[in-house]
């Protein structure tokens, strides 16, 4: 197939089959959208379309189950980086075919988690914190400390994941917590899960019915 210079359906799926088979450890979510799942964990690489539909960013991210959310969201958002550089790189559509297979290892490389075989909860747990120090991360700790408590309470640690919210509530202001309810709500209903791991079982099982992953590679996060 002879590449376009934008990303039209057709070259999307292109896109999406060529990476796919670079990283055959992810299966298709979307077209430009490769994930796996350990345990209640998506792992993957969304092929960020740039505005202009003339290039793509290829990104690493991982995605909590463990809370209801409507869409899969790009946590630890991480894109791919320059050899050269070490900032951040994209590739254009018309140079796809000369790049692509480079790029896709060295995305393999520079992930933040392995994009394939089992995952230890210390790896992520340690991946989560490494991110917590870029500017983004730091205008929004409680969505990060939110998805580790979670973990580790789905896996079994309570104190673990106590001793993390106990961190993580004086680390934001009152603002911090706006988006999950408010510091006196996130508490109350964190305590609540850390108490009943249960509940997170019932909601990854929800929301991978919810969220269409059902479909995707499934590999362990061993706890």
């Not at 792992?43 to 869409?71: A, M, N, Q, W």
């Amino acid at each position: 197939m002879t590449m376009l210079k934008t990303l039209t359906p057709a070259v999307e799926k292109q896109i999406t089959e060529d990476w796919q088979r670079e990283i055959p450890t992810l299966g298709v979510y979307e077209p430009r959208w490769l994930m796996r799942r350990a345990g209640p964990l998506l792992v993957g690489i969304c092929l960020d379309r740039d505005s202009g539909g003339d290039r793509y960013k290829p990104t690493f991210h991982v995605h909590c189950l463990g809370r209801e959310f409507p869409c899969v969201s790009l946590t630890l958002d991480t894109q791919l980086r320059s050899e050269r550089s070490g900032g951040p790189d994209f590739i254009e559509v018309r140079w796809h075919e000369q790049k692509y297979r480079k790029a896709a290892a060295r995305m393999v490389r520079q992930s933040l988690l392995p994009l394939e075989g089992d995952l230890r909860l210390g790896q992520v747990i340690d991946a989560y914190r490494r991110h917590m120090v870029t500017p983004l991360a730091k205008r929004q700790p409680v969505l990060l400390y939110r998805d580790m408590i979670l973990l580790l309470a789905w896996a079994g640690d309570p104190a673990g994941a106590t001793d993390l919210l106990a961190e993580c509530l004086p680390l934001a202001d009152t603002a911090g917590f706006q988006h999950v309810g408010g510091r006196t709500v996130f508490e109350a209903e964190t305590r609540r899960l850390i108490a009943q791991p249960s509940l997170i079982n019932e909601t990854v099982a929800a929301q991978i019915v919810a969220l269409g992953v059902g479909q995707l590679p499934v590999s362990e996060l061993l706890r």
